[in-house]
């Protein structure tokens, strides 16, 4: 079993980041496994929300992954991205995901501490190797190009003091929390709070690590500041979708009498790879 929490905790103490890419087919996955094969990074996370879960499957995609991962030689991730019940993160855990997310940040802080602690007790009982993530704060928008204004308020971030409480209640490896960032992008770039994302590194325990959701969007400084302040791990979504999508527009209107898909998507694939390089490289990925 290869550790993700080893991992995080090379590039805390390292100050760059590790990357999570969402995918929804086989060729996101490839061209991410493409991508992080090239960047030579230490690992791919891939992530799949509950959405991408059903349209995938649990099992294809833990099997899609112990494939790439033989193939590429190096550790994959198999993450069920923002699991929103005990039995979502549970039932992708048993399924073979060898990374959990459980996300009950919209509930009451004591039923989010509750059935995080759930999970994690649920996980490290059958395989203590595997990170756990948990969540606290409130994110704003989805992973679309969101065509309004999204405007945080100061009760959505995540308070320093709150976070270490959570983390001692719950026994998470991952600490997911709100500094500005949204889900998304929307019309307004996101203010990220560089100075709450440190005072949250500082107060929470060594052993556990940051991550910043809703990395799309961000601006290049913002994300380099988060990486400096203690993030080490970014997710991104909705800007893979974008270039997928747009790749495959372009394809098809391209050549609108090409049936075969292998034919198609080799330039999809390629303008996806380019972006997660393009994260990995700003991530300082190492």
Do not use: C
Not at 61 to 77: D, K, Q
């Amino acid at each position: 079993m290869n550790n993700l929490n080893k991992i995080l905790k090379k590039a805390t103490d390292e100050h760059w980041s590790t990357g999570h890419f969402n995918v929804s087919n086989l060729e996101q996955f490839r061209a991410i496994m493409d991508a992080s094969k090239a960047m030579g990074a230490p690992m791919a996370m891939i992530g799949l929300s509950e959405g991408e879960r059903s349209f995938v499957g649990l099992k294809q995609a833990v099997a899609l992954g112990r494939a790439f991962e033989e193939e590429y030689e190096m550790p994959v991730f198999i993450n069920p991205d923002h699991s929103r019940s005990v039995e979502s993160a549970k039932a992708a855990f048993d399924a073979g995901f060898n990374s959990v997310h459980i996300d009950l940040s919209k509930l009451p802080f004591e039923e989010n501490v509750a059935g995080t602690r759930e999970v994690v007790d649920y996980v490290k009982s059958k395989n203590p190797d595997v990170s756990v993530e948990g969540e606290l704060g409130y994110l704003r928008g989805s992973s679309v190009i969101q065509e309004e204004n999204i405007e945080i308020r100061p009760e959505d971030l995540t308070n320093p003091e709150r976070a270490a409480e959570f983390v001692e209640k719950t026994g998470v490896d991952r600490f997911s929390g709100a500094y500005g960032n949204i889900h998304g992008i929307a019309a307004n770039e996101p203010k990220i709070d560089i100075e709450r994302i440190r005072a949250i590194r500082d107060i929470l325990p060594e052993n556990v690590f940051l991550v910043l959701h809703g990395g799309s969007g961000i601006t290049d400084d913002d994300m380099r500041k988060a990486i400096e302040a203690g993030i080490a791990n970014i997710h991104i979504n909705t800007e893979i979708r974008i270039a997928y999508a747009e790749a495959l527009r372009e394809a098809l209107a391209g050549d609108p009498k090409q049936v075969v898909p292998y034919k198609i998507f080799p330039p999809v694939i390629e303008a996806v790879r380019e972006k997660v390089e393009e994260k990995l490289k700003l991530f300082g990925n190492k």
